[in-house]
């Protein structure tokens, strides 16, 4: 079950993006595993995607469609990644553009594909030719909640965020749906999310602010260190909103946007570690004093330590793992200084000045990793500058999890 998370019951419609699922049967039987969505003629959509070297086929063709227009659909299953799949796996990722394409009327390169689930297996084309009339036909605004529950693997619960803001006088949505659990380790993207605004932003400044949001969000949690080769988020702009168009990055309205954004894809990329497989903690790690990408390089070190994560769900406040882990990270001793380093866990401080406080009680780091939520605090030098990371902890379900995934 999830750590301190529900199923997402409720989202906001975004004008100028209708949605529809169905049950394809492409691996699960008897629940919605295939998502379309359509966007309104004139949207801009921002888009990254997974820095694997193995990028599945369905990543490979939305990048190619991409370069070439502006998207009009998203086509999403789960149950089945494509990848690994060669010169096949391509063709089928494209044949299911196709297939789209016919049914609402566009090009081809105006559908981009997307999948998850199992590596290596090819996929069941003749149900996404049945399943895509159907899908095409079925479209509604208000379909969020059934999108975040057809995109599962083997999340515990959909994952949704709506947010609103007010810029001039008018009220902007922003909607998004994400799934993930296991094999989260983004790398400029994330496992799956598709967002939404109808607020009017030229696509520069859309990529600009989705790629920036992602870095601070996204690209800061870790369940198991794994990168995806299926990983993609996108986000489209339909401008449905009555304002004027946002194209300058110095307009106070872009600063709100920009800031609705990663309000959005933290709160997104939280769930996915608060669902993580075999999860019972949620734990945020956040590093201080060094340049950001120390400090980050840090948070990372201690977040990816099996020894941290097994302790955490033990609930052993076994310290000495998370010193060993800054010790270990991988930056320049110059961006360290051992004499500064103090680490407190849910503001029990545990070590001062690279050493164990004089005044420290077991009793008190035990009352501290007893919680659910956890906080580690450390600093490494004398700077102000702090990086965050969102991770979970290692427990027996993780390992029957993944060890019985293909059964």
Same mark, same amino acid.
Request: hydrophobic share 45%.
């Given at each position: ?23 394809? $049967? ?21 888009? %990254? #995607? ?9 990543? *490979? ?17 789960? $149950? ?6 060669? #010169?096949?796996?391509? =063709? ?36 996404? !030719? ?41 009220? +902007? ?27 009017? +932003?030229?696509?520069?400044?859309? *990529? *600009? ?5 992602? =870095? ?11 990168? !995806? ?28 946007? *920009? ?27 956040? %590093? ?38 800054? $010790? ?10 051992? #004499? ?23 009793? =008190? ?16 030098? !004398? ?5 965050? %990371? ?6 027996? =379900? ?10």
């Amino acid at each position: 079950m999830a750590v301190g998370l529900d199923s997402v019951s409720q989202l906001l419609a975004v004008d100028g993006l209708q949605l529809a699922t169905c049950a394809a $049967g492409i691996r699960y039987a008897d629940r919605d595993d295939l998502v379309l969505i359509v966007l309104d003629e004139g949207s801009n959509t921002a888009l %990254v #995607q997974t820095q694997n070297r193995f990028s599945a086929a369905p990543v *490979q063709i939305a990048a190619r469609h991409y370069k070439i227009t502006q998207p009009r659909a998203l086509l999403i299953n789960a $149950g089945n990644a494509n990848a690994g799949t060669g #010169q096949q796996g391509l =063709d089928d990722a494209l044949q299911c553009s196709a297939l789209v394409a016919a049914e609402l009327g566009l090009l081809p390169e105006q559908v981009l594909p997307f999948s998850t689930g199992v590596i290596g297996e090819h996929l069941l084309i003749e149900r996404f !030719s049945i399943a895509v009339p159907s899908l095409a036909t079925d479209l509604s605004k208000d379909r969020w909640v059934e999108a975040a529950n057809a995109i599962m693997t083997t999340d515990t619960v959909a994952k949704g965020e709506s947010i609103q803001l007010q810029i001039d006088g008018e009220l +902007v949505t922003l909607t998004g749906v994400v799934k993930g659990s296991g094999m989260i380790h983004p790398d400029m993207a994330t496992m799956l999310a598709f967002i939404g605004t109808d607020a009017p +932003v030229a696509h520069s400044l859309l *990529q *600009q602010s989705l790629e920036f949001a992602v =870095d601070r969000s996204f690209n800061c949690i870790t369940v198991d260190g794994d990168t !995806s080769t299926n990983d993609a988020c996108s986000l489209t702009a339909t401008g449905r909103c009555d304002i004027s168009i946002i194209e300058d990055s110095a307009d106070p309205r872009f600063k709100k946007f *920009q800031a609705a954004l990663y309000e959005l894809t933290q709160a997104l990329a939280k769930s996915v570690v608060r669902d993580a497989e075999g999860a019972t903690k949620f734990v945020e790690i956040n %590093v201080l004093g060094g340049h950001y990408d120390a400090c980050k390089s840090v948070a990372n070190t201690i977040a990816l330590s099996p020894l941290v994560k097994t302790a955490i769900f033990a609930s052993d406040p076994n310290w000495g793992r998370i010193l060993a882990a800054i $010790g270990r990270a991988p930056i320049s001793s110059d961006e360290i200084n051992m #004499q500064e380093v103090s680490i407190s866990i849910n503001g029990v401080s545990i070590v001062r000045a690279g050493e164990l406080v004089s005044d420290y009680q077991e009793s =008190d780091g035990q009352t501290a990793f007893n919680q659910v939520d956890l906080r580690i605090d450390v600093r490494i030098a !004398s700077g102000d500058q702090v990086a965050t %990371v969102w991770t979970s902890d290692f427990s027996h =379900d993780y390992v029957s999890i993944n060890a019985d995934y293909r059964s």
